[in-house]
């Protein structure tokens, strides 16, 4: 069964409108297109308050800042170009606590990907229960369902189709491929956002995991 095939039969009727679109404006063409340079954010990422390396990938680790474009608040603006904004990990570093962020939670999807599309099913709701004790969502898209670079066209369907209220952003060049490779999507980084060391990492939809993981971490004084 293809990609295709199996994520329309398998998603609510809900989303499955949106998937479409999302599948249709994805599956054209053999060739990697070229990513926009206005999507691509890799360098001139400047903090001068962020914590100084050594920078990893793995768990105590500090996490290296990286920007993207995306919407920061998808339910909140149109999805289109003007409503793109550059948002980087070092927006959630809040080493006194005055922004009222303790943990960020870094996510990855794709198209392709059915764990991807299983997990933001739920990860709306998930946000609206844990935003409010200091829990950040970022999520990432870096592929469409032929496995070439998410453009902007797959954003916007991706955020319609599952109603995303936390931020949602463009890894075209697939900078998180840092921590872990396309194949194993979703990756979640659980990362304190008052030292920016990553707390745990999950490979694939483990939510009996990471749920409970980050309900521990808002309990410790």
């Given at each position: 069964?293809?990609?295709?095939?199996?994520?329309?039969?398998?998603?609510?009727?809900?989303?499955?409108?949106?998937?479409?679109?999302?599948?249709?404006?994805?599956?054209?063409?053999?060739?990697?297109?070229?990513?926009?340079?206005?999507?691509?954010?890799?360098?001139?990422?400047?903090?001068?308050?962020?914590?100084?390396?050594?920078?990893?990938?793995?768990?105590?680790?500090?996490?290296?800042?990286?920007?993207?474009?995306?919407?920061?608040?998808?339910?909140?603006?149109?999805?289109?170009?003007?409503?793109?904004?550059?948002?980087?990990?070092?927006?959630?570093?809040?080493?006194?606590?005055?922004?009222?962020?303790?943990?960020?939670?870094?996510?990855?999807?794709?198209?392709?990907?059915?764990?991807?599309?299983?997990?933001?099913?739920?990860?709306?709701?998930?946000?609206?229960?844990?935003?409010?004790?200091?829990?950040?969502?970022?999520?990432?898209?870096?592929?469409?369902?032929?496995?070439?670079?998410?453009?902007?066209?797959?954003?916007?369907?991706?955020?319609?189709?599952?109603?995303?209220?936390?931020?949602?952003?463009?890894?075209?060049?697939?900078?998180?491929?840092?921590y872990a490779s396309a194949e194993t999507a979703p990756l979640n980084l659980v990362v304190d956002a008052r030292t920016m060391k990553i707390?745990?990492?999950?490979?694939?939809?483990?939510?009996?995991?990471?749920?409970?993981?980050?309900?521990?971490?808002?309990?410790?004084?």
């Amino acid at each position: 069964m293809s990609t295709a095939s199996f994520s329309l039969r398998s998603c609510s009727s809900r989303c499955c409108g949106s998937l479409l679109v999302l599948f249709g404006l994805s599956a054209c063409g053999d060739n990697t297109p070229k990513i926009p340079a206005e999507l691509l954010n890799g360098n001139g990422c400047a903090a001068p308050d962020y914590p100084s390396g050594p920078f990893g990938s793995e768990e105590g680790d500090t996490l290296a800042n990286a920007c993207f474009k995306g919407f920061r608040d998808p339910a909140r603006v149109s999805h289109d170009q003007a409503s793109l904004e550059t948002i980087a990990f070092s927006d959630y570093y809040d080493p006194t606590g005055s922004k009222g962020d303790q943990l960020l939670l870094i996510n990855t999807a794709a198209v392709w990907c059915s764990a991807c599309r299983s997990e933001h099913e739920g990860l709306t709701a998930k946000n609206d229960q844990y935003q409010p004790l200091g829990v950040r969502i970022v999520s990432t898209l870096f592929q469409d369902a032929a496995r070439n670079p998410a453009t902007l066209r797959d954003l916007s369907a991706w955020v319609e189709t599952f109603s995303s209220d936390y931020a949602m952003l463009l890894d075209p060049d697939y900078q998180l491929g840092t921590y872990a490779s396309a194949e194993t999507a979703p990756l979640n980084l659980v990362v304190d956002a008052r030292t920016m060391k990553i707390e745990k990492k999950l490979l694939g939809d483990q939510p009996t995991i990471l749920w409970p993981f980050i309900d521990a971490a808002l309990a410790k004084p």
